[in-house]
């Protein structure tokens, strides 16, 4: 086993830290000490929290943090934050709001950038997730960037989705809008002192309601399984049915409500555990994983293969010597020959 992966697996902080840099930078042994830890990995619970910029993600993570530690819990976060398209750098400031937890050994708070990367997450999160379940953690946060509607990548990395809104940031069609907020196990309707909470309230209650009706009229309920599963979302009385995706009222800075939430968030890892709809919702996660994995691998071994094919491809289809699908089809054929056949 390689040394540091061993030094994560006996709870090295500073060994632990050094290996989320070297995975976040993909360089180094990054690859072989991820091996090597996979095998203790499995018993973390991943939380994904997600929602529009401004609902209060941050300060309801602090305290979800505060909530398992009195629980007993190692609790891990991974923190990310939007990468300017323009200067490469990113603030990384989500942490600044869980610095009460700095002290605690058993709090590991990491924060990472996009990168470029689209739909909220990093292209290292998934395996930053996996040196956390290694390191010990109990429960892994994970704090997207906080996009919008299309944010769904987390459904990919996460056990359970938390989606948080708040009121006054849309109105009632915004709640019903695709996206986000069908891949939701559990809304968190935040600041809700505010005016416009019980507003809010009836607009998710009528997407929910919606979602079934879909269901009920025979068409396609994809929220809840990554786009790979259609298992509905109707209202049911049986442990074994689907999940109905609940709603609980927080005001993050006063600490009301979260105790509750955290209830609802146990159900629903109950739910994923113990049912054979949960079971298949964790199998389907894990293969559309795989797919992303096995796509950022070939693109990985594509570029490094072509090289200069690619950067002239570049330049013919720039002086309209050719079209960029036809270029694209010959880099395929290119990488396919360049590639080691098997006897």
């Not at 109990?138 to 459904?155: A, C, K």
């Amino acid at each position: 086993m390689h040394p540091l992966a061993q030094k994560v697996i006996d709870r090295d902080t500073r060994a632990t830290a050094r290996v989320c840099r070297l995975v976040d930078d993909r360089v180094g042994d990054h690859a072989t000490i991820l091996k090597d830890l996979f095998p203790h990995t499995g018993r973390a619970w991943t939380l994904g929290i997600t929602g529009n910029p401004g609902a209060g993600k941050s300060t309801l993570t602090d305290r979800l943090i505060a909530a398992y530690r009195a629980q007993g819990k190692r609790v891990a976060v991974v923190a990310i934050d939007p990468t300017s398209p323009f200067t490469g750098g990113a603030i990384l400031g989500d942490r600044i709001r869980m610095q009460d937890h700095f002290s605690d050994p058993d709090v590991f708070i990491r924060s990472l950038a996009t990168r470029g990367a689209l739909g909220g997450l990093s292209r290292s999160a998934t395996d930053i997730v996996r040196v956390f379940d290694a390191w010990g953690a109990d429960v892994v946060l994970v704090e997207t960037v906080g996009v919008g509607q299309d944010e769904l990548e987390i459904t990919r990395t996460a056990h359970t989705t938390l989606v948080v809104v708040a009121p006054g940031m849309g109105d009632d069609v915004q709640a019903i809008k695709a996206g986000i907020f069908e891949c939701a196990d559990v809304f968190a309707v935040n600041k809700a002192d505010r005016d416009g909470a019980d507003g809010t309230m009836r607009d998710l209650e009528l997407m929910i309601a919606l979602g079934g009706e879909v269901t009920r009229s025979g068409g396609h309920s994809l929220g809840h399984a990554a786009g790979s599963l259609d298992l509905g979302r109707q209202e049911v009385s049986h442990a074994e049915g689907p999940w109905l995706p609940v709603i609980q009222r927080t005001v993050s800075t006063r600490n009301q409500g979260v105790a509750d939430l955290v209830v609802q968030l146990d159900r629903h890892r109950v739910w994923m555990s113990d049912t054979a709809l949960g079971r298949q919702r964790r199998e389907a996660r894990l293969r559309d994983a795989m797919h992303v994995q096995l796509r950022d691998a070939l693109v990985d071994a594509a570029l490094v293969t072509l090289g200069p094919s690619l950067d002239e491809a570049v330049r013919a289809v720039s002086r309209r010597e050719i079209d960029p699908y036809t270029a694209s089809e010959r880099l395929i054929e290119a990488f396919r020959s360049a590639s080691p056949t098997r006897a």
